[in-house]
C-alpha cells in the first residue's frame, strides 16, 4: 500500500483520481498496466485478492475475507498528513494501513514480516519545512503504537529506525514550553534579528541577507526554516541514529552496529537465511541468572564504609547507599554490621553504568 500509481499504469490510460480537465497518464510505454497483471495472476492462482485506489474502497475491505491487498492511493506520492483530508478522493493514514495490514497478514499461521515506512519525513526536511516533517514523525508515531497494540511482544518482534538523518539542528536555549516551531526566547542573533530554535545546516531556506522573522509566522507549515548554505533539496548527514526493538531476540539489536547488520539480525531472527541452528531449540524452562547469595563483609562496629566502586585499577567513584565487594555491586550496604546481599547481576549494572559514565 502507498503512492505512486503512475509507475504502474501506461502512458495511454488516464489516472483514475483525476478529471479529464486535470488528466494525468500513467509512465508505462509498454502499454501494459501492472495492476491488471497483478490482479490476473492472483485470480488465476484462486488467492482472495483485493485492488484499492482510495479511501472508501480501503474502509470497505474486510480482512477476513482478502488475503492480498494492493492500495494505490495516489497518482504520485501520497500526501502529507497535514493535506491528507484535501485529497480528492481520501487517503488511508499510516496508521490506518499499518493497522489493516496486520488484521489480514496475521492470519497466516506461519508468521509474516511487514515493513511501515514513514517516508515522507524525509521529504519534508529535503524542502526545509520542519513543521510538517515534524508531523510526519507523529504520524509515524501513531503507526508504531498500532503495532504494539496488535502484537505480542511474546512472539512478535518489532524494529523500529531510520535508514540516515538529515542537517536538521536545535538549539538557542530556549526556555521549557516555548514553541518548537517558534524563534527562541533568549534574545536576538548578532544581527539583533530574531532566530528559530529549529534550523537546517543547507537547503532551500537559505537567504543571502537573513530574513527578519519579527512578523513571520514560523510555525506555518509552508514556512522554510532557515539554512546556513544554500541548496534545492537539504541534505542527509552523517551522525549516527537510533534502532528501537521490543520482543524475541530484540537482545540482538544494542549498542553501536553497521546499519548492514541489522537485516542480518532480523533474518536470524526470524529464522530466514542460512543460519537457522537456532530455530529448533527448545525454549528455556527457567532462567539461567545465578541465585542471589548473601557476602559476608566484617566491619568494624560504629564504623561507617566508605561506598565504592572497585576495578583492578582501583576506587573509580562513590556511590552514596551503596559499596562494591569483590567486583559486586551491593545496595544498602552503609553502616551496621553483619552481613549484606550482593548478586551477580548487580556485575552486569556497574559495568553498564561505568562505561556509559
Not at 502484537?151 to 540516515?164: K, P
Not at 522573522?213 to 542527509?236: G, I
Not at 564504623?303 to 583492578?312: F, Y
Request: aromatic content about 8%.
Amino acid at each position: 500500500m502507498g503512492g505512486g500509481r503512475r509507475n504502474f499504469i501506461s502512458t495511454s490510460e488516464s489516472d483514475p483520481e483525476y478529471s479529464s480537465s486535470r488528466r494525468r497518464v500513467g509512465r508505462r510505454t509498454e502499454n501494459t498496466s501492472l495492476i491488471e497483471v497483478w490482479q490476473e495472476i492472483k485470480k488465476l492462482e484462486g488467492k482472495r485478492y483485493k485492488y484499492v485506489w482510495n479511501k472508501t474502497e480501503f474502509d470497505m475491505i474486510n480482512p477476513q475475507e482478502v488475503d492480498y491487498l494492493f492500495g494505490l492511493f495516489a497518482w504520485s506520492h501520497m500526501k502529507y498528513e497535514v493535506d491528507r483530508q484535501y485529497d480528492i478522493a481520501g487517503e488511508p493514514s499510516l496508521e490506518e494501513m499499518t493497522q489493516k495490514a496486520i488484521e489480514i497478514l496475521r492470519k497466516n499461521q506461519n508468521g509474516y514480516f511487514l515493513l511501515a515506512e514513514g517516508g515522507r519525513i524525509d521529504h519534508a526536511h529535503h524542502s526545509s519545512k520542519a513543521g510538517i516533517a515534524l508531523e510526519e514523525t507523529l504520524a509515524f508515531e501513531r503507526a508504531v503504537a498500532k503495532a504494539v497494540e496488535m502484537t505480542n511482544e511474546e512472539d512478535t518482534l518489532i524494529v523500529v529506525m531510520a535508514d540516515h538523518s538529515h542537517v536538521f539542528t536545535i538549539g538557542g536555549y530556549a526556555s521549557r514550553g516555548n514553541p518548537i516551531l517558534g524563534v527562541t526566547d533568549i534574545g536576538r542573533a548578532r544581527d539583533r534579528k530574531p532566530f528559530t530554535t529549529l534550523a537546517y545546516g543547507n537547503g532551500p531556506g537559505w537567504r543571502s541577507v537573513r530574513e527578519n522573522l519579527e512578523n513571520v509566522n514560523t510555525a506555518d507549515y509552508d514556512y522554510r526554516f532557515q539554512s546556513a548554505v544554500p541548496l534545492r533539496s537539504e541534505t542527509h548527514s552523517g551522525e549516527d541514529v537510533a534502532v528501537y526493538a521490543r520482543g524475541p531476540m530484540s537482545h540482538l539489536f544494542n549498542g553501536v552496529m553497521e546499519q548492514y547488520y541489522i537485516a542480518h539480525a532480523m533474518a536470524y531472527a526470524s529464522c530466514v537465511g542460512q543460519n537457522k541452528d537456532h530455530c529448533n531449540l527448545p525454549p528455556p524452562t527457567e532462567s539461567p541468572t545465578r541465585p542471589r547469595q548473601p557476602i559476608n563483609v566484617p566491619q568494624t562496629p560504629g564504623q561507617q564504609p566508605k561506598p565504592s566502586i572497585k576495578t583492578e585499577e582501583g576506587v573509580v567513584s562513590e556511590v552514596p547507599g551503596q559499596a562494591v565487594e569483590g567486583g559486586v555491586l551491593c545496595q544498602g550496604a552503609t553502616g551496621g554490621t553483619g552481613t549484606k546481599e550482593c548478586s551477580v547481576f548487580g556485575i552486569f549494572i556497574a559495568i553498564v553504568t561505568l562505561l556509559t559514565l
